[in-house]
């Protein structure tokens, strides 16, 4: 079993602080319940001092301002940090992968994958921070105008449990590259992985304060980021109720917000489909981590002709997935915490009162520990749109299954919930392919393929209740600077 080190202090100014509190909170290993580890618990003066370590990252100390020793490092010279912590996390993706799997239950797989994915932005990102231009614009005669591509300043970054080393790569990937200095506060239940890749950025070659990580809890910690003056700009990724509120305290100065809150994503499967392709992307994208995936397929809309026949077939894959401990590496991990799994039991059960047909069902090991949070993946079939099955973020493994007629009701229910992440769509139809893109309601739309997670190159956001803003690709460069229109008058 992996041995971490007992207790975990912040990260500011490129070193371990105790929190001004001295006060810890437990880390539990969801495959077994126990506390194995501790982390600190930040309040709000030391979120305050991170960002004061950002501000001097970014600034300096003097009145010139982007003067500290990141604000005006070159653009080549921030990719080449960037590409050397990627190498860096790379040659530690085992023992990264094992803290991560250890913290939030992932099995090793996934969790190597997403340390893989994380080294991944830092490799795109390192290699696009010089190449972020802005443009010259026709304007009046005996006028230049040219536009600048400018960091905010400091950001701060609400970082969710359920990918922890993907979102943090995405979103502080693209906030580096762009010349930010960044603040950090990881989920409670999954903070172990990020303490340890902020120390690689700093034998990377980051500056002191370039990168802060400030653990705690997120009504204290997180809610004192979001309200931090200091904060130029925040990305949060989490749940629409806790989004809500960052933006409001945010709003209180003026400071704006990208803001990822997961979906309750659609796939489409035609009669034309070829569904033995369809069927493992069906079952991994809503299996891949338990469930807990922001861009999970968690509804599987099918066309009737082909409804019993595709709902058999998910059933038999269903009926042979196995949850066990993180270690044994099987299709799924417990969920992250007790919290969690009571959440997707109470769906079940409103599923189970409510008469829904429970058409397979995966298993849970034997030898999984007691205390572990697990939960078998679950089918249900003949899900009604409007069920609150059918119409909200459940992040546990359970796909619900609804047949529809045509198209236009195929569309209608894509789009039927206050939801708008992404969607899958499986069908030969050309046509209606691009019709059926156009039309659907999300930020990402996949046609016969689906990339739950991962994607560092593609662009990534919601419409409605699953938020605003890009990240992923070169858009997130766009979202972490803003523009400087500068016009001269030369005759
Ligand atoms: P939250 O949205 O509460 O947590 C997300 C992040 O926000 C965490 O870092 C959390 O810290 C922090 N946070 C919590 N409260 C505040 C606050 N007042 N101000 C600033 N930051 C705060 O999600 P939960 O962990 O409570 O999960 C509940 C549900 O949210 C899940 O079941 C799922 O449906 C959804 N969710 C969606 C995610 C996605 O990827 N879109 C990711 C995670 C959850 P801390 O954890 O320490 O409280």
């Known amino acids: 079993m992996l041995q971490v080190a007992e207790r975990h202090a912040l990260f500011i100014d490129n070193d371990t602080v105790e929190p001004v509190s001295g006060e810890s909170l437990p880390v539990v290993d969801p495959s077994d319940g126990r506390v194995f580890a501790q982390i600190a618990r930040a309040a709000a003066a030391d979120v305050d001092r991170a960002v004061r370590a950002a501000r001097r990252a970014y600034d300096g100390a003097g009145t010139e301002p982007a003067a500290g020793p990141w604000g005006r490092a070159d653009a080549s010279e921030r990719g080449r940090v960037l590409r050397r912590w990627a190498d860096l996390i790379d040659a530690h993706r085992e023992a990264l992968a094992a803290i991560e799997s250890r913290d939030t239950g992932k ?88 303490l340890r890749v902020a120390q690689l950025g700093a034998e990377a070659g980051l500056p002191a304060g370039a990168l802060n990580v400030v653990t705690g809890l997120g009504g204290e910690a997180g809610q004192a980021l979001a309200e931090h ?143 572990g949070f697990y939960q078998a993946p679950v089918l249900l079939a003949d899900v009604p749109p409007t069920h609150r099955l059918a119409q909200e973020e459940i992040f546990g493994p359970v796909l619900a299954a609804t047949r529809f007629e045509n198209e236009a009701q195929a569309v209608a229910l894509a789009n039927g919930t206050p939801y708008g992440l992404v969607a899958g769509l499986w069908t030969r139809d050309g046509a209606r392919q691009l019709r059926l893109a156009r039309q659907l309601r999300a930020g990402q739309v996949f046609v016969n393929n689906y990339g739950a997670g991962g994607g560092v190159e593609l662009p990534f956001g919601g419409i409605g209740r699953s938020g605003y803003g890009r990240e992923k690709g070169f858009e997130a460069l766009y979202a972490f600077t803003t523009l400087k229109t500068v016009a001269l008058r030369h005759g």
């Open 107 to 194: 099995p090793l797989t996934q969790a190597r994958a997403d340390a893989q994915a994380l080294a991944r932005y830092f490799e795109f990102y390192g290699g696009a921070a010089d190449k972020l231009h802005g443009q010259t614009i026709p304007y009046r005669h005996g006028y230049t105008v040219l536009t600048l591509r400018e960091p905010h300043g400091v950001t701060g970054h609400i970082i969710p449990w359920n990918y922890p080393m993907q979102i943090f790569g995405r979103s502080v990937g693209a906030a580096l590259a762009a010349g930010n200095a960044c603040v950090v506060k990881p989920a409670e239940d999954a903070c172990l992985s990020l």
């Open 229 to 371: 003056r200091g904060i130029d700009h925040i990305s949060f990724t989490g749940s629409p109720d806790t989004g809500r509120r960052v933006a409001q305290a945010a709003a209180a100065h003026h400071c704006p917000v990208t803001l990822e809150l997961g979906g309750k994503s659609p796939q489409l499967v035609f009669a034309d489909a070829d569904i033995e392709a369809a069927l493992p992307v069906l079952v991994n994208a809503i299996v891949q981590n338990a469930g807990q995936t922001c861009s999970a397929g968690s509804r599987v809309l099918i066309e009737a002709s082909v409804y019993h026949q595709v709902v058999g077939m998910l059933a038999d894959r269903f009926n042979s997935l196995r949850a066990g401990p993180a270690h044994d590496d099987l299709d799924l991990g417990p969920l992250v915490s007790r919290r969690q799994q009571q959440r997707v039991w109470d769906f079940l059960s409103e599923a189970q009162a409510g008469g829904l047909d429970f058409a397979a069902q995966g298993v849970v090991v034997d030898d999984a520990p007691a205390e």
